[in-house]
């Protein structure tokens, strides 16, 4: 099985909400299974995921809606989830995309109570059904193979809307956080996007604009609960071989490196800043030893980003290091061309490989080592023993360097 490398483009101009963006991935040809089972990690026996083709405004939509099985307990800090998902041995992308849209939702909570991030309680975002669109959505990502979203303008629409802190305005407060720095109309009556919704787009989507240049490959509509006459409540997804891709070059994209020094901080926080940084939408972050004046020993943080995406994490670096100054310079970043291609290891299981090719040839293939490890602890395995398998499976099915791409993977991919 061969996931190719896609981009994702989300039409939100009608707003959004996660079982929105949720349905449209599934339209467009995710897994519901799969969704399922990232959310069964996250939330055991909780929930589920029940899908329906529904019209609105006289369109056809899939409509995914979140079942409960269990009683809820909807008050949930930013601490408690993000150890839900941290333990509950996801695929890393899977993982890495939820902790960023959590991140951000408590961040965005954070800033409009006025207090610290770790002492955020989620309401309506800490219920078992965001928590399960959250982690759905981004499995469904996975499952489909997409390595870049990108998003249009959001409608927020206007009015106003009752929530667990009272009646708010539309916006609330919360989406109007999250909007920083995105493209947004009013676009309608009512909330039209939710802070769930919000969050994710802003929180996957690195740019903001209309449907960019790829060759089409599958569309998705995912349907809203209200159906508005006049005007559909659905959330479309375009995914396509982005157009480098499509003709057979190299990723090239504009990005951003952040800079600081610092010599003051303790080195055992150093492994939660990378980490929350990658989970904020960071491409990389690593650290450089360094020298500084009057022979301090310290590093120099480095972060690649995407422009969409430096402001928030520039705050972060303020937040989570003792840093006063944060460089900023933009760079070319050129990527080669990517697909994943499914091996089955000696014993039982599978492990993606990521093949990395240019014009159809072979440059490197890796296999994913969050997936080497989940497999590995199924099997009461050491790591190692797994990783070696999973190469061996790879070279046995002719994923190595200067070999031509085998036959189930795209040369567009």
């Known amino acids: ?21 949720l349905g ?16 069964d990690a996250v939330i055991p026996g909780a929930v589920r995921l029940a899908q329906a083709s529904v019209t609105r405004a ?15 307990h909807p008050h949930r800090t930013w601490r408690a989830i993000r150890g839900r998902i941290e333990e509950a041995g996801l695929p890393g992308p899977v993982g890495d995309r939820a902790l960023a849209v959590f991140g951000r ?16 309680h989620f309401h309506e975002v800490g ?21 870049r979203v990108t998003a249009s303008a959001v409608a927020l629409g206007s009015g106003r809307v009752r929530t667990a802190h009272g009646d708010l305005p539309v916006p609330v407060p919360a989406v109007l956080e999250l909007a920083a720095g995105w493209e947004v109309v009013g676009g309608g009556t009512g909330e039209l996007a939710t802070p769930t919704g919000m969050a994710l787009v802003t929180a996957l989507a690195t740019e903001c604009g209309d449907l960019p240049r790829l060759r089409a490959e599958a569309t998705g509509v995912g349907a809203g609960t209200r159906d508005t006459p006049g005007r559909p409540n659905v959330v479309r997804v375009v995914l396509g071989a982005p157009a480098a891709a499509a003709s057979g070059t190299d990723q090239e994209t504009s990005a951003v490196v952040l800079e600081a020094n610092v010599d003051d901080l303790d080195p055992r926080l150093w492994p939660g800043v990378l980490a929350s940084l990658l989970a904020a939408g960071a491409s990389d972050a690593w650290l450089v030893p360094i020298v500084m004046k009057k ?12 422009r969409q995406r430096a402001d928030a994490l520039r705050d972060l670096i303020f937040r989570e290091t003792t840093t006063i100054g944060v460089r900023e310079s933009a760079v070319r970043k050129t990527a080669l061309q990517r697909t994943w291609v499914r091996v089955p290891v000696a014993g039982g299981g599978e492990v993606p490989v990521k093949v990395a090719h240019r014009g159809g040839v072979i440059v490197r293939a890796t296999p994913e080592f969050d997936d080497v490890a989940a497999l590995a602890a199924e099997r009461g395995l050491p790591a190692g023993t797994v990783l070696d398998a999973a190469v061996a499976a790879a070279v046995a099915a002719g994923l190595v360097p200067d070999a031509a791409l085998p036959a189930g993977a795209s040369q567009d991919s």
């Open 58 to 72: 006289g369109l056809r939509a899939t409509k995914v809606d979140v079942e409960p099985l269990a009683e809820d």
């Open 24 to 39: 449209a991935l599934v339209d467009a040809g995710a897994s519901p299974a799969a969704a399922q089972q990232a959310v």
């Open 1 to 21: 099985m061969t996931a190719p490398y896609r981009d994702a483009w989300l039409d939100v101009t009608s707003g959004v909400a996660g079982d929105m963006l």
């Open 105 to 120: 939702l408590a961040a965005a909570e954070a800033r409009v109570h006025g207090v610290s991030v770790e002492d955020v």
């Open 295 to 306: 022979g301090r020993p310290a590093h120099t943080l480095r972060v690649l980003a995407p």
């Open 127 to 147: 219920a078992w059904d965001s928590i399960a669109d959250v982690v759905g959505v981004c499995a469904a990502l996975h499952d489909l193979g997409i390595a």
